[in-house]
T-cell receptor, first 112, second 113 residues
């Protein structure tokens, strides 16, 4: 595609619910990253995929967060038992190996 | 792990003046330093980057300098314009063949006509 696409753009959910956020990277980009951006802060690294495998998940805050990329293209970030502190903009980025990161517009998650 | 500090948090300049944003990093193994511009509600977009094998890079009104010894890098914008108003983020990448970017907290730049 022309750019990194993320859906939904906005998600409002209640505390304790399960949420899935989807990222469709630029075609041909082997690397995919998830970041979380809280208001007034820089993006915070969550996880990185090279192909289908999670090469570095050191930024996932706890075991409620999980991400998959089963076919090496689209990725889904999954958050279980959401908490109010999970409210943020979740940014996805993709790149060629060692190249510039291209970001999507993000999914704004609000947990009530 | 890597830690990136960014200053100032806000910067207000008159149109035509220069703006300088400074960052420091902690991991001496970091070798890639991009700068991103983020307008309100939009995605971060790369404006310039530098790798550790050079000390300075320039692209029209934007330049970046890197001091590896001091672990400092800076963004310089000359002849600022109102459309330069945005939040700017510096980042540093841990080495390892991919760009796991660690971002600073951002600088909100306001350029007044």
């Amino acid at each position: 595609g022309a750019g990194v696409s993320q859906t939904p753009s906005n998600k409002v959910t209640e505390k304790g619910k399960y949420v899935e956020l989807r990222c469709d990277p630029i075609s041909g980009h082997t690397a995919l990253y998830w970041y979380r951006q809280s208001l007034g802060q820089g993006p915070e690294f969550l996880i990185y995929f090279q192909g289908t495998g999670a090469a570095d998940d050191s930024g996932l805050p706890n075991d409620r967060f999980f991400a998959v990329r089963p076919e090496g293209s689209v990725s889904t970030l999954k958050i279980q038992r959401t908490e109010r502190g999970d409210s943020a903009v979740y940014l996805c980025a993709s790149s060629l190996m060692g190249g510039e990161l291209f970001f999507g517009e993000g999914s704004r998650l609000t947990v009530l | 792990g890597e830690n990136v500090e960014q200053h100032p948090s806000t910067l207000s300049v008159q149109e035509g003046d220069s703006a300088v944003i400074k960052c420091t990093y902690s991991d001496s193994a970091s070798n890639y330093f991009p700068w991103y511009k983020q307008e309100l509600g939009k995605r971060p977009q790369l404006i310039i980057d530098i790798r550790s094998n050079v000390g300075e890079k320039k692209d029209q009104r934007i330049a970046v300098t890197l001091n590896k010894t001091a672990k400092h890098f800076s963004l310089h914008i000359t002849e600022t314009q109102p459309e330069d108003s945005a939040v700017y983020f510096c980042a540093a990448a841990s080495s390892g063949g991919y760009n796991k970017l660690i971002f600073g907290a951002g600088t909100r730049l306001a350029v007044h006509p």
